[in-house]
């Protein structure tokens, strides 16, 4: 049950976008599709939206098939980097317009889920930049879709904001259990959101496993820490006692601190101190404390 | 002191206007040139929206040869296209007939249209639209489309219209004289020496469209409302 692609190839004019792409998206789960820029990442999800055709290949919904079915009848919605708010409607109305029965009330239920309650009848221009991307996600929610495609859609967001936006997708489309697909260039993104990542390069799909798996086999892939036998990204470094006394441990070498840097400002405000005297190593475990 | 001199240049056309006090008539002119202008208007909306679209989702190697294409019209002279139709609907009959002078009407007329309505759709951004595209077709044109271009279809109607009301030789020549509307019959009374006939076509000519474009605007206006009003 899911979203299964098989054998995906798209060229434009000059070049092959994607290469035989295979992927399989479980139902229920946040799936990451990471690539760098041109990878084709954001061309595959076109394609599953329907906004864009493939030269081969299959795409399909719990084995029928998408392809020649139209956007609007694949129950399939998608929030990109802006918010493509509809300016001549207010932020409740670009909500309400997604509804299947046009309902204020479920609207109004969607805004509050996404912390916009009281918001209904505010012109889209006094939104700010993640108010306005919290509007999009709502009504991208609001239109009950069996899948949502996130395209890059935190990439515009200041790095508090973005940790928020992140934290409020992940859990909202988790009590859900809706089927999400996100494409980020930001591994460490993946890594917060996903159940499972997708490394795509150049058009082919380079591995598929949980985060878990990708920190211990790919090389490139991100700084991380081991705490109290939990991996986390650097970003999720946590103090979760008062005082010292929790442990490190160091998985990677940490670039983002590398000898340079003691100390690492979480997205919360907090301050992570990890010690910048001593030449950090993969294996070893440092003390952690608040600053 | 510059401003005052635009001011009267701009005035100085209009001022004859007002020498004496018009009289107003209903004809068979003034029927034809209102349907033909609600019917160029119209069809300009419809075909230019749907091309523009078509433009703007459409990849393809021929893309600029198909813009070219459609707005080469743009480029040659309204006359020498003219000729060519007049060659073109004498074969099919089609001289002499008020679809003739519709069709070559609409062959003036589209290619502004087409780019008024591409340009502001390029302005918006497909991004915009391609939400849209997640929407029924009649939520989609109905509640997005139709609102986010209304500013555009009403430059578009006034533009057709305006056309169409400069447009002389051509319903002449491809109407075969058989078509009167406002426009041709005001040459003729130009030709004459009755002011005060030449006066009532010149309002005319001028009422005609200021009243369309109002008229336009407060329907997009009003279909603007009870769309939000569903909302």
Redesign the interface.
């Known amino acids: 049950m899911g979203l299964q692609l098989t054998n995906i190839q798209k060229r ?2 000059k070049r092959d976008v994607l290469t035989g792409v295979d992927l399989f998206v479980k139902q229920g789960e946040i799936h990451a599709l990471v690539g760098t820029s041109g990878s084709g990442k954001s061309t595959l999800l076109r394609i599953i ?3 864009e055709s493939p030269d081969t290949g299959t795409v399909t919904w719990d084995e029928r098939s998408l392809l020649g079915v ?3 009848e694949r129950k ?3 929030l ?1 980097q ?1 918010p ?1 708010l ?4 207010t932020v409740g ?1 670009n909500v ?3 509804t299947p029965d ?1 309902s204020r009330e479920q609207a109004e239920k969607w805004l509050t889920r996404v912390r916009l309650a009281g918001r209904y009848d505010d012109e889209v221009h006094t939104l700010s930049g993640g108010e306005g991307q919290r509007a999009s996600f709502a009504r991208a929610l609001a ?1 009950d879709p069996r899948l949502i495609l996130l395209d890059e859609p935190f990439t515009n967001l200041d790095p508090d904001l973005k940790y928020e936006l992140q934290q409020l997708t992940r859990d909202i489309v988790s009590e859900l259990d809706l089927t999400t697909l996100l494409v980020t260039h930001d591994r460490e993104e993946a890594m917060l959101v996903a159940d499972r990542v997708t490394l795509l390069e150049n058009g082919t799909i380079h591995t598929t496993g949980t985060p878990r798996e990708l920190s211990e086999t790919e090389p490139t892939f991100g700084d991380f820490i081991r705490l109290e036998g939990e991996l986390y990204p650097l970003t999720r470094i946590g103090v979760f006692s008062e005082g010292a006394g929790e442990r490190v441990e160091l998985v990677r070498h940490l670039v983002k601190f590398g000898v340079r840097l003691g100390e690492y400002r979480r997205p919360n405000g907090e301050y992570v101190i990890l010690p910048s005297d001593v030449s950090q190593q993969i294996g070893q475990s440092y003390p952690l404390r608040k600053k | 002191m510059r401003r005052l001199v635009i001011l009267v240049l701009i005035l100085l056309p209009f001022s004859g206007l007002f020498t004496s006090v018009p009289t107003f008539f209903f004809d068979d002119a003034i029927i034809n040139t209102v349907i033909q202008v609600l019917v160029i208007v119209s069809l300009n909306v419809w075909l230019s929206i749907g091309t523009a679209w078509w433009l703007l989702f459409t ?1 393809t ?1 021929w893309r600029t040869f198909i813009e070219w294409f459609l707005f080469l019209p743009l480029f040659i002279p309204a006359l020498a296209g003219t000729f060519g139709m007049y060659i073109a609907l004498a074969r099919f009959g089609l001289v002499g007939t008020t679809i003739g002078v519709l069709i070559v009407l609409l062959v003036v007329t589209l290619p502004y249209s087409i780019r008024l309505a591409y340009n502001a759709m390029s302005v918006i951004g497909r ?2 639209f ?8 009649l ?2 044109y109905r ?2 489309l139709f ?2 271009l209304s500013g555009t279809i009403q430059t578009i109607a006034l533009m057709s219209t305006v056309i169409v009301l400069g447009q002389f030789v051509l319903i002449q020549l491809i109407g075969a004289g058989l078509i009167s509307t406002v426009t041709t019959r005001l040459y003729q009374v130009y030709a004459g020496n009755d002011v005060a006939l030449a006066l009532q076509h010149t309002w005319l000519l001028i009422l005609i469209p200021a009243v369309l474009y109002i008229a336009i605007g407060w329907g997009i206006r009003l279909g ?1 409302k009870i769309v ?1 009003g ?2």
Not at chain 1, 86 to 89: A, K, N, Y
Not at chain 2, 130 to 137: I, R, S
């Open positions: 434009f004019t939206a329907g906004l139209p956007a609007h399939i919605t998608m990109s802006t493509l509809f300016p001549h409607l109305e309400v317009l997604a046009r239109a | 990849e190697k991004p915009m391609e939400q849209a595209l997640f929407m029924p077709p939520r989609r509640d997005v609102p986010l603007v939000k569903r909302l």
